[in-house]
Nanobody
Framework: VQLQASGGGLVQAGDSLRLSCVAS????????MGWFRQAPGKDREFVAG????????SYADSVKGRFTISRDNTKNMVYLQMNSLKPDDAAVYYC?????????????????????WGQGTQVTVSS
């Protein structure tokens, strides 16, 4: 599976931004999708995840209520809508995927849970 993230940019604190990630080379509807971020000098951290059908999502506490993950299985796309951005949200954002069997309904929240990664898109938030 190949993933390509886009939509990053420079925004001011309080602004919104929507990231997109397109997947190719696999059956998208079989993939659990996630977003991670990595700031300079810090480990890559989980941001949000979404099950194959989009019926359930998971968020890091730091973004709950501000970020929304969604997917469109007809377009092989996953999105991250980011509202009320803070300077602490500045990072390179990565989309990631993991193919799960149908009976596996876990939410995946560690880097080790995923086996495909996009190239990252930079989000900069000025105060």
């Amino acid at each position: 599976v190949q993933l390509q993230a886009s939509g990053g940019g420079l925004v001011q604190a309080g602004d919104s931004l929507r990231l997109s990630c397109v997947a190719s080379g696999g059956t998208f509807s079989r993939l659990y999708m996630g977003w991670f971020r990595q700031a300079p000098g810090k480990d890559r951290e989980f941001v949000a995840g979404i099950r194959r059908s989009g019926d359930s999502t998971s968020y890091a506490d730091s973004v709950k209520g501000r970020f929304t993950i969604s997917r469109d299985n007809t377009k092989n796309m996953v999105y991250l809508q980011m509202n009320s951005l803070k300077p602490d949200d500045a990072a390179v954002y990565y989309c990631a995927s993991r193919r799960l069997i149908l009976t596996d309904v876990r939410h995946l929240s560690t880097v080790f849970d995923y086996d495909s990664w996009g190239q990252g898109t930079q989000v900069t938030v000025s105060s």
